[in-house]
C-alpha cells in the first residue's frame, strides 16, 4: 500500500464530501449548488473561503459560525472525513482498478444520498438519473459474468420493491426502489444481498432507536441510509461475507 497516494485519495475524499454536503442538501430543495455560495443556515451570511476548509474549518470556529456564533451542524465535517476514509479505503481494497472507479462512484452516490435522506426523506431522482450512464458505463467496460447480470439485477430489484410497495401500501418509498434497480446494475444478482442486509441493518438500527426512544413508533424512519450502507459493505466484503455465510451452513 502506497501511504503517500492513499492519503492524497483522503484528502481528495474530504474535498469531494464538502461539495457532497452541498449536493444533498441543495439538491432536494431544487436550488443551484453550482454557483450560490455557501452561507451560514441561521445568519445568512455568505460563508468566506477561509471557513470552506473541509473539516479544519469547523475544527478553527469550534463549529460556531463566525458570524452569528450559532452552532454549526456535525453532519458537515462528518460526511467529509467519511466520504475520505471511504475514498481511502477503496483505493487499499482495489488499487488502481475499474473496482476502484466503481468504488469511489458508489460512495459518491452513497454519501449524496445519505446527506438528502437523513435531512429531508428525498432521494431526488435527478441524483439517481446522473449515476445511472455511469454505472451503465462502468458494466460496460467491466461486465459481470454473465453480463446479463445486470440488467437481472436492475429489473429484479425494481420487481421486487415495487412488489413490497404495493403489499405494504407505503412501507417503502418510490425512491428506495428506484435506488435499490440502480444498484442492481452494478451488483447484478448480488443486490439480493444488499436487500437482504439493508432490511437486517434496518431492522436492528430501528429497534434501537426506539428502545433508546429517540424515534417513537409513528415517526417514520428513512431507509436509504440502510441500502447504502448494505450496498458498501456488499461492495468492500461480499464475497467474504457469503463465504463466512456458507460456512456456517457446509461445514
Known sequence: MNILQTSIIF?????????????GRRLPKKESFAT????????????????????????LLRGKCRNCHQRISPLYPTIELLTGVLFAYSYIMFGWSIEFAGAILLVSLSVIILVSDLLYMIIPDRLLLFF?????????????????????????AYLLIALIILISKGG????????????GILFGYKIIMVFFLSTL???LVTIALLATKTVNRKQPV??????????????FHGDALLEWYSGLFFY
Do not use: E, H, Q
Open 222 to 235: 428513512p431507509f436509504g441510509p440502510f441500502i447504502i450502507m448494505a450496498a458498501l459493505l456488499t461492495y
Open 201 to 203: 441493518i434496518g431492522a
Open 172 to 183: 417503502m418509498g418510490g425512491g428506495d426502489m428506484k435506488l435499490l434497480a440502480l444498484l
Open 11 to 23: 484528502i481528495y475524499g474530504i474535498i469531494c464530501g464538502s461539495f457532497f454536503n452541498v449536493v
Open 132 to 156: 445511472l450512464p455511469l454505472f451503465i458505463i462502468l458494466r460496460v467496460l467491466a461486465p459481470l459474468d454473465p453480463w446479463y447480470a445486470s440488467l437481472i439485477g436492475a429489473i429484479g
Open 36 to 59: 450560490s455560495r455557501s452561507k451560514c443556515p441561521t445568519c445568512s451570511t455568505p460563508i468566506k473561503n477561509r471557513d470552506l476548509i473541509p473539516v479544519f474549518s469547523y475544527i
